[in-house]
């Protein structure tokens, strides 16, 4: 029997990158993506290339309808979901300051942000009901706990994280697990666009190997949630930051003294 994995937004960026080591870990992978069908395609030629088994479904995931559509053909066609990873950037962050931030654009990404995991998650948790068994991954991000970058991503990756724990509750009695990843700065191409040089090398300098996070390293991440051996673990929200949390909040280069010299 192989297993099968749901991953939204996996044309580019993370989502692709998860779906290719699930696509390694013998999953058939469910590549989501919104329009880019090349991007969403060679995804899936790279992992049937190396062996594995994978097609590419375009949804608009915050569309219940299409949500309600590729869920259920996903289902008809395998007979089960396995792992869920709700990772699709559904609307980019906002940057301007909160004074002349209008409520539509906060709204849009707030709303946004929930609608993708939103139905995915009522649509796949149904089918996971029956099994009696299955995984749901939140891709979320540091930038939850930060103040001073983007208020409506910061508060939509926030409510994101609350509403992760709670579907765990919700799904505990189905036997599922559901945890929150949450990423610091990844080296993809929307970092490139979204942040400045001088942010950039804030981030690099205030991890422990002094450069971003990769795609790589989130998608190592997924994998060891959804492995079997994980299965004690439900409703946490995991950072993989590269140790950006703890690092970026030393008071000074003097609260260093118990690293080993240089
Ligand atoms: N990049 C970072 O540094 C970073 C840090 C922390 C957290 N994260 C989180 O990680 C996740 C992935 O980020 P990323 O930077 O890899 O994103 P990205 O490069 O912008 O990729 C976005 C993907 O989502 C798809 N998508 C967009 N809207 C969609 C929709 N409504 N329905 C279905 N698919 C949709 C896109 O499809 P098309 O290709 O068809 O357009 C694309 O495949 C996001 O949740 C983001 O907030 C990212």
């Known amino acids: 029997m192989r297993r099968v994995a749901i991953v939204s937004g996996a044309g580019r960026g993370i989502g692709a990158a998860i779906a290719k080591a699930l696509g390694?870990?013998?999953y058939h992978v469910v590549v989501n993506y919104m329009k880019n069908d090349a991007a969403a395609n060679a995804v899936v030629e790279e992992i049937r290339s190396a062996g594995g088994h994978a097609d590419a479904r375009q949804?608009?995931?915050c569309d219940p309808v299409a949500v309600g559509e590729l869920v259920g053909s996903v289902h008809e066609a395998h007979g089960r979901i396995d792992l869920l990873v709700c990772n699709a950037n559904t609307v980019d962050p906002p940057f301007e300051d909160f004074g002349s931030l209008p409520w539509e654009r906060f709204e849009e990404k707030y709303v946004g942000e929930l609608a993708g995991s939103y139905h995915l998650t009522q649509r796949?948790?149904?089918?996971?009901?029956?099994q009696r068994s299955g995984r749901i991954v939140y891709i979320s991000s540091t930038a939850a706990d930060l103040v001073g970058g983007s208020i409506a991503h910061a508060t939509a990756k926030a409510a994101l994280n609350v509403f992760g724990r709670n579907v765990a509750g919700f799904a505990a009695r189905y036997g599922v697990t559901v945890n929150v990843i949450a990423a610091g700065v990844v080296d993809t191409e929307a970092t490139a666009v979204a942040v400045n040089e001088e942010s950039l090398r804030y981030f690099k300098e205030h991890t422990t190997f002094s450069r971003l996070v990769t795609p790589e390293e989130l998608?190592?991440?997924?994998?060891?949630?959804?492995?079997?051996a994980f299965g004690a673990a439900t409703g946490q929200i995991i950072r993989v930051d590269g140790g950006l949390d703890v690092l970026g909040q030393q008071l000074s280069i003097s609260g260093r003294w118990n690293l080993p010299d240089a």
Do not use: C, F, W
């Open 59 to 61: 949804a608009d995931v």
């Open 124 to 130: 796949a948790l149904a089918v996971m009901e029956k």
């Open 219 to 228: 998608a190592d991440a997924v994998r060891m949630v959804a492995n079997d």
């Open 24 to 26: 390694r870990e013998g």
